[in-house]
Each structure stands twice: as C-alpha cells, then as structure tokens.
C-alpha cells in the first residue's frame, strides 16, 4: 500500500538554525499538508498546498515557516531560524483531492519528523 | 470556535469490553467529522469517518454515533481487543468553506488489556 514518507525521523537543531524537514507525498496525489504536534498537545494544521501555491495556512505558519514541492515527488517544509517552541513532531500529509461539500478524501499522513530545538 | 474536545485523555479497557471516547465541538460549520487512529512511531490513519446527515455508522467493530443538536459525535470499539491499543483522535473539517484543514481534538490513549 502506498504510503507517505518523511525524512529525517528525528532532528535535533540549535536555536535559530535553519531546518528542513522533506517529506514524498503518494504519488498520484495533489494536495499536500503540513501539521505539527507539540508533546502532550493536539496536531495542529499549519498549510495546505496545491497546485504549487500555498492554499490554507493557519496562524502558526508565520514568515519562519515555507513550504515547497522543488520537484516532481519532494514535499518541504523550512523553517528559517528555530526557536524553542517550534519542538515538536512534524507530520506530512497528502491526499489526491481537497475537501468538498460532497466528498471529502482522506488525507494520509507519515511516521512524522521529531524536531528538537536546544 | 475552532476546538474540538476529547474525553477522555486515557482509557483502559478489558479485552472484550466496549470503549468509548467522546468528542465535543462549538463551530457549526464543521460538517465532516474522521476518527483517526495512531500507533507508536506511525502517523495518524482514517479509521472512520461521518457526516452530520446521519446518526450512527458502523464499520466492522468501529461506530461513530453523532448527536448534531448536541455537538457531540462519539467512537464506540466493540469487542476491544490488544491490538486495538492505540491514540485515538478525533477530528473535524468545515468543508462547506471550502477548508481542507483538519481540526484535531488531543487523543484518547487506549489500552486494552488482555
């Protein structure tokens, strides 16, 4: 069964380093995520993708955070300089259409890339 | 507005028994609502998933009951068993808004014992 992938499994980076965290949505899909889970705390969405813009972002997303698909199978997320609270683990996710008022696709999502800021 | 509650945080079951986990939300525009179901090391899968146009739906030992007056949906585990032992989250999209974002409640830790 095709599955999304992510890469590394875990980051460990210093305070305001750059990171890249890089995912491989399932192939045939066309919409891509990105959510985040604080330990003890609820995933969060942070931004939608389609098309090759940005669709939805949510308030977290703020200019430290982009996104990119830099070819025809990479799904990235950068953040530009860490902080503290952007530990977390990182979940990619991927679906072959959006949401609908009639048909809403199930959006699959990787193992997660555990980042730790020190 | 944007909230999705969860009760409980954990839950401990006996295999065979029934587990139930409930969820709670304020937006009305929440109009489709999936149950997910994480194990160590993985991401979260669809376990099952409704619209607030029916009550109740049944997959295999998995119900999802919804009370649309009441805001609440539920996830019924019939027959739970060790292998059922998981995080479970429950989960919501406004998708007349055309959103695509999941809204997440904070997850249900089961064990089931044998």
């Known amino acids: 069964e095709p599955e999304v992938t992510q890469t590394p499994s875990h980051q460990v980076t210093q305070m305001g380093q750059e990171v890249i965290l890089r995912c491989v949505p399932i192939?045939?899909?066309?919409?891509f995520y990105w959510y985040r889970q604080i330990l003890g705390q609820k995933v969060e969405f942070l931004v939608s993708?389609?098309?090759?813009?940005?669709?939805?972002k949510s308030e977290i997303f703020d200019d430290q955070f982009s996104v990119e698909r830099p070819d025809g199978s990479n799904f990235t997320l950068k953040i530009r300089s860490t902080k503290l609270e952007d530990s977390a683990m990182y979940f990619c996710?991927?679906?072959?259409?959006?949401?609908?008022?009639?048909?809403?696709?199930?959006?699959?999502f990787g193992p997660g890339t555990r980042l730790t800021v020190l | 507005q944007q909230q999705v509650k969860q009760s409980p945080q954990s839950l401990i079951v006996q295999k065979g028994g029934i587990s139930i986990i409930n969820c709670a939300y304020e937006?009305?525009?929440?109009?489709?609502f999936p149950w997910y179901q994480q194990f160590p090391g993985k991401g979260p899968a669809l376990l099952i998933a409704?619209?607030?146009?029916?009550s109740e739906k049944k997959e295999g030992r998995f119900t999802i009951s919804f009370n649309k007056s009441a805001k609440q949906f539920s996830l019924h585990i019939m027959d739970s068993q060790p292998g059922d032992s998981a995080t479970y989250f429950c989960?919501?999209?406004?998708?007349?808004?055309?959103?695509?974002?999941?809204?997440f409640g904070k997850g249900t830790k089961l064990t089931v014992n044998p």
């Open positions: 996710a991927s679906s072959v259409w959006a949401s609908g008022a009639l048909f809403t696709d199930t959006q699959y």
């Open positions: 192939s045939n899909h066309l919409y």
């Open positions: 993708f389609y098309n090759n813009e940005i669709s939805e």
């Open positions: 937006n009305t525009a929440f109009d489709y």
């Open positions: 409704i619209r607030p146009d029916v």
């Open positions: 989960a919501a999209i406004p998708t007349q808004g055309g959103s695509e974002k999941l809204v």
